[in-house]
Nanobody
């Protein structure tokens, strides 16, 4: 069974930076893409950024130029470097993996989330 564990969230002042980490344990036949989503209070969960198995990267318009996603295949980890943080970035951030399990079924996995609060 695949498990995702996020870390790195916290309280930061506007303009500050944080680095989120997600460690992936377990194995899949194939990972299609990994990424970060966020959910602010009272809002729907939204995509922040994702990286495909081939290395293609997408960002939400709201974080373009401020956030950077990366991965370390040797450590089975992905990261989200967040800079120039704004109060509207306040949310719980979730790690996500989409792929195929060993029976070739499509599977989605989520971490439990790490809270990010941007406030002075």
């Amino acid at each position: 069974q695949v498990q995702l564990v996020e870390s790195g969230g916290g309280l930061v002042q506007p303009g500050g930076s944080l680095r989120l980490s997600c460690t992936i344990s377990g194995s899949l036949f194939r990972i299609n893409h990994m990424g970060w989503y966020r959910q602010a209070l009272g809002k729907e969960r939204e995509l922040v950024s994702r990286i495909t198995n081939g290395g293609s990267i997408d960002y939400a318009d709201s974080v373009m130029g401020r956030f950077t996603i990366s991965r370390n295949d040797a450590r089975n980890a992905i990261y989200l470097q967040m800079a120039s943080l704004k109060p509207e970035d306040t949310a719980v951030y979730y790690c996500n993996v989409v792929g195929y399990d060993w029976s070739r079924a499509v599977v989605h996995f989520w971490g439990t989330g790490t809270p990010v609060t941007v406030s002075s």
